[in-house]
């Protein structure tokens, strides 16, 4: 049985096995017919995501950015639940995953909407779905992607998850098991704050709040209108957000100051949304500070926030923490074997310390597993980020 993390972020979607990764933008468009294709530049990863699910096609990610006349990304979790989220797991399950089995899948909801969603977001994407991943040559590749069980948790936790538990879902750090954790996970649209104290999640103290870097990104995206006349997509914005320049009607902007200011902004914002939701809890043992948006803002929120906050990893992917959390916690969860992982340099070695838990029983061999993952899944291997290893 293979175990799958899935996290549809609004800003990106996220996969992990164990073993292949895959992150692309939580965008959809229309699929266009191209007509001339230059084969220069790049083809790698997601970089031409073209799929057919349930009669439609999509360009997906950047494909969509690039390529369709129409794209839609959203701020709205309604809408998240309703029009994305099938779309968006069911492609990072298909790139991701090896098998033609029955995948169990854990995935996470912000905070704030896990018992109003959980359900539907089981029911959208439990069951057998048929995907096809188009090339660019014309033809394309047809996949079933059975998800069988599936466990909602709070995002965030997957970060604490991710620390904890090694890829076999045994406890590998005793020492942050039997502490008192907060999570910032500060993502697109979301941040989320939560606890887990002693292994066990602390509701009261978690919560979610709407700011992540999209707000940023506005208050960019407005100054730019304000001073170009064009009127930017927020998802367009990650492209030059680094540099801070951009290039807009050949006139060149620098934004690297206005990027400090409205980081600065947003970091306070977030440390006295944390100071207020945490104040009882001064017996915190440790802040992990998480998502993507911890990446840019880190510097600014790690000097506002009074606790022991593990600084932030400058060589591992802060996007990826709660979905490898997610699929550690499958296999803590379900057993299970691992998918030919590779330690990533970037985590951490088992702490030496015996598991708390016993070690998972191995399921019961699958007939015809390993033939299809010589099979037609190896079709796939051109979307799929590897490890790094
Ligand atoms: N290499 C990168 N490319 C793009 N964005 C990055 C990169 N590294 C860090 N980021 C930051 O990551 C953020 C997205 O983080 P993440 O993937 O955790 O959000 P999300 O899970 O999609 O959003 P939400 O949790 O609100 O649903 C971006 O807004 C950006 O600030
Ligand atoms: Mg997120």
């Given at each position: ?17 164990g073993k ?147 890829e076999f ?169 691992v998918q030919e992982s590779k330690p ?43 490890n790094?290893?």
């Amino acid at each position: 049985m293979e175990i799958l993390g899935i996290d549809v972020g609004f800003g990106f979607t996220k996969a992990y096995n164990g073993k292949n990764s895959v992150i692309f933008k939580s965008l959809i468009g229309d699929a266009t017919d191209i007509q001339f294709r230059s084969s220069l530049g790049e083809d790698t990863s997601t970089s031409s995501l073209h799929i057919s699910l349930d009669g439609k096609s999509y360009f997906l990610g950047n494909y969509a950015e690039l390529q369709s006349s129409i794209t839609e990304y959203t701020l709205d979790q309604e809408k998240l639940i309703e029009d994305f989220v099938k779309i968006m797991a069911v492609t990072a399950a298909g790139i991701c995953s090896d098998t033609e089995g029955p995948l169990n899948v854990v995935t996470g909801l912000p905070v704030g909407f896990l018992k109003r969603d959980s359900r539907r977001f089981k029911e959208v994407i439990k069951g057998v779905h048929e995907i096809s991943f188009h090339s660019a040559d014309g033809s394309h590749t047809t996949r079933q992607i059975h998800i069988d069980k599936i466990h909602v948790i709070p995002q965030p936790i997957g970060s604490i998850f991710n620390l904890i538990f090694d890829e076999f879902g045994k406890i590998k750090d005793k020492n942050l098991a039997r502490q008192k954790l907060g999570v910032v996970d500060i993502g697109f649209k979301t941040t989320d704050f939560s606890i887990f104290d002693h292994l066990q999640y602390i509701e009261r103290g978690s919560s979610t709040m709407d700011t992540g870097i999209s707000k940023c990104f506005s208050v960019i995206a407005n100054k730019l209108r304000q001073e170009s006349g064009v009127n930017i997509e927020l998802y367009r914005i990650f492209k030059f957000i680094e540099s801070g320049m951009v290039k807009i009607k050949g006139r060149e902007y620098n934004i690297t100051n206005l990027k400090k200011r409205v980081y600065t902004h947003a970091a306070s914002a977030i440390a006295s949304d944390l100071n207020r939701l945490w104040e009882n809890d001064w017996d915190m043992d440790t802040i992990i500070l998480s998502g993507g948006g911890s990446i840019p803002l880190a510097e600014y929120l790690s000097p506002l926030v009074d606790g022991n906050v593990i600084p932030i990893k400058k060589n591992i992917d802060a996007r990826f923490n709660n979905v490898q959390g997610y699929c550690k916690f499958g296999h803590y969860k379900w057993g299970g074997s691992v998918q030919e992982s590779k330690p990533k340099p970037s985590e951490k070695p088992a702490s030496p310390d015996s598991p708390d838990k016993a070690p998972p029983s191995p399921p019961p061999s699958e007939p015809g597993d390993s033939q299809n993952r010589n099979g037609q899944a190896k079709g796939l291997a051109w979307l799929r980020r590897q490890n790094k290893s």
